[in-house]
């Protein structure tokens, strides 16, 4: 569905923008139709970027992305509006999306208006509610609301539904769990992983490990910018194979385990662009030599 | 007991009445231990932490003592506290990016803050060379401006900085929460080091993850709404937690290696009461599958085992 084909982006930096800083070097994967596919990365990996560049929030320097086989980066006008028909992001900060001002519902109004002017009344009051209820939350609860009688996960699931509403194919949802609290984070990644089932994508940016390994099929690990490893996530965290990975992999804090804080600290491994190698079948890893 | 806080409550002035974000807390902390204290955003946690050093102009201290090495602190009382600020009582803030001043050099700095509590720089200057050493930062980061260090460097600078005059009781309030997990890991294993040295007496680690706090802490109290539910050595808040709140959060973690198709973990329904008026009886009663007749009244914190305290009266 949607494909990445060797994107890179580069930045300038300095006082006159004479240096360039590549925030994303030569990266190609692709998510499938119902496919959740978690891209994790520490900051600075550049995987907010690439999130911004499958949203055209930012150019690609580099490559190209396609989905459904034509390149996105042609899209002017009405074809970028339909391309936000299939294509949505939902973002970090859930309470900084929403105008205090006006009630929290407000978001649905613009998807109305913009996408479907002709709809009547009575029938968008019923899409709003079956979106509502699709992303677990009670609309007599909910609706009519003002963001601050809700709380960080019923807002962030707000968004969801904002998004459900559109019939889109593809989510990209950046860090959407890392401001809410343990015990209202795990009903937004079990309802990422519910909504695959009605055929969403979901690509998946994290930082955070355990969040990757639960809901994904896939797992992408990035680092500078470039891919270092990249396969099924069974495979990758039960098995990992660059360095890197498994120094991430041994600095994740465990519940049932405990730190073994006198051993050796693994190094820094050193860093280089290498190409990626087929381990075992599906499981690719940077620079691996068997 | 290097900390011994009674019945300590706080509430937050607003416009609409008293915020009762800390209602009567009571717990210890012993010579040379961590304790972690775990909660959700609103539990209290911070509150708690703030007041033990610094209490905000919106914060009132409605009642309980706070007593660290056998002597009372003033917390209520802005002024008297300068005493023990920094020397006996220290914090290291949440964002290191931004504690530093970043029109100064870091030796200045450190220079003027031993100043303003009447230390002499040149006393401790060969004890920082030491520490810094420790932390695997060069001697010259004191000539330099904090913008010429990265966000890593500047964390362990902002560690070494408040625990130079050998405080009895550091807190450090999510201090790892901005920063990538292996530096995180960094961090929380360099405080950890930094007990074992004998540079802090006690420490009071305040986070919203409970996997990292396990993880360096002996003790870990979980708060709810402003009170305490639980605490207990680390392990056995993990393994074998009684209060249904601590349970649920605990169940509610996903770790590496479970995954969605295999095992599906189940959040808590519903949010904490508004702190503003709670409910009387417990405040984990809404959400509680456990909960009946009696949670409408508040339980007391029973030690149901030796350093177990769990306020839940189906525990």
Known sequence: MLSLHSISKDYRTGAFGGATMTAVRDVSFDVGVGEVVSLIGESGSGKSTIGRMILRLASVTRGKVTFDGADISAYRGPALKEYYRDVQGVFQDPFSCYNPV???????????????????????????EAAVEAVRLNPGEVLGKYPHQLSGGQLQRLLIARALLLDIKLLVADEITSMLDASTRIDVLNLLADLKARGLGVLFITHDLSLGNYVSERTIVLRRGSIVEM??????????????????????PRLHEKWDVDAERPAEPAWAVEPLVEAEPGHFVAGYAA | MALRVSDLTVHYRTLRGAVKALDGVTFEVGDGEILGLAGESG?????????????????????????????????????????????????IPQYAMSALNPTRKIGKMVADLLDSHGVRYKSVEEELGRRLDLVELPAEVLGKYPIELSGGMKQRMVMVISTLLDPSLLIADEVTSALDVSTQKAVATTLAGFRNRGFVKSMIFITHDISLTHQIADTIMVMYA??????????????????PYTKALINSLPEVGVQYAERKLAGIPGSPPSLLNPPAGCRFRDRCPLAFDKCGEQPPAVEVAPGHLVACCKA
């Open chain 1, 102 to 128: 006006f009630r929290a519902d407000r978001v649905f109004a613009m998807i109305k208006e913009e996408y479907f002017p002709r709809v009547p009344r009575e029938e968008w009051a019923e899409k709003i």
């Open chain 1, 231 to 252: 396969g099924p996530t069974n495979l990758v965290f039960g098995n990992p194979l660059h360095p890197y990975t498994i120094k991430l992999l041994d600095s994740v």
């Open chain 2, 43 to 91: 539990s209290g946690k911070s509150t708690l932490g703030k007041s033990l050093i610094r209490m905000d102009g919106r914060m009132r201290h409605v009642g309980g003592t706070v007593e660290l090495d056998g002597k009372e602190l003033p917390i209520g009382d802005d002024g008297a506290m300068n005493r023990f600020r920094y020397k006996e009582v220290s914090l």
């Open chain 2, 226 to 243: 402003g009170k305490l539910a639980e605490k207990a050595p680390a392990d056995t808040v993990v393994r074998a937690p009684r209060h």
